[in-house]
């Protein structure tokens, strides 16, 4: 009994571990982004948006993650939560308000969940959710380089993952890739929530300089194998473009961030 009593204690505290990683923050330093989706509208123009040093959760909040939220506020519990801020697959892997369904794996990304939902949680742990642009910079990284936006064999990969079909089940966080930053699975788990999402998909700061590029992506369709870069990045927006706010979907979480110099202030 001694023995099996320390191989509980051990798998609890492996599990414990597990779930207080999922919401560490990692420093990524301050970069700028070339927003190839957006044109200027004046020709000799070259859009840069610079992006600054963020603190970043190293992967999506998980099942786990969202339970401790629930138990603190029920009201978004899928039995609670008003149908303004859900829709009605919200927490669909959900059994009950604080327990998932059998075969659903705590650590996996919480999915189905508003973008409501998801900003209430951040904004529990005194985050936020990304910008559109801070999160395309975020994922921008691979293995080995900050910006792989140019390599064919990165693009391919998250290519084929937005085509492939409903898993039974959504893996667990930390399963895919580790990117230069350290953050994990940027691509190839679920589609991420950004602060965003229904913006007009201008900078704000260029607000008045520049215009969403539709003929870039209205020929989508057509785009031959150089322009990976661009068709994935259609992919991204043309779903994007499709959510509403209160849009529930099995393959779309999130993760949240926050200000560099904030993390700085709460260390004082």
Sequence with gaps: MKGAGQILLICLLVFAQHVFATQEFVTVPKGSLNPFWLKPKKNNQKLIYKV??????????????????????????????????????????????????????????????????????????????????????????????????????????????????????????RSIYKSLYGLHDMHGLVWEWVEDFNSSMVTGESREDTTFNRDLFCGAGSMNSGDKENYAAFMRFAFRSSLKGNSALWNLGFRCVKEASQIKSERK
Aim: hydrophobic share 40%.
């Design 52 to 173: 600054k040093s963020l603190q970043v959760q190293i992967s999506q909040v998980t099942n786990s993650d969202f339970i401790e939220f629930l138990k603190l506020n029920p009201q978004w519990t899928k039995s609670q939560v008003p149908a303004l801020f859900a829709e009605g697959g919200y927490l669909e892997q959900f059994a009950d308000d604080q327990t998932v369904k059998s075969g659903v794996h705590l650590l996996s990304p919480v999915t189905s969940v508003s973008w409501f939902a998801a900003r209430a949680y951040c904004e529990s742990i005194q985050a936020r959710l990304p910008t559109i642009n801070e999160w395309e910079y975020l994922a921008a990284a691979s293995e080995k380089v900050k910006d792989a936006n140019k390599n064919s064999k990165f693009l391919e990969r998250i290519l084929n993952w937005y085509g492939q079909p409903k898993e039974i089940s959504i893996p667990q966080v």
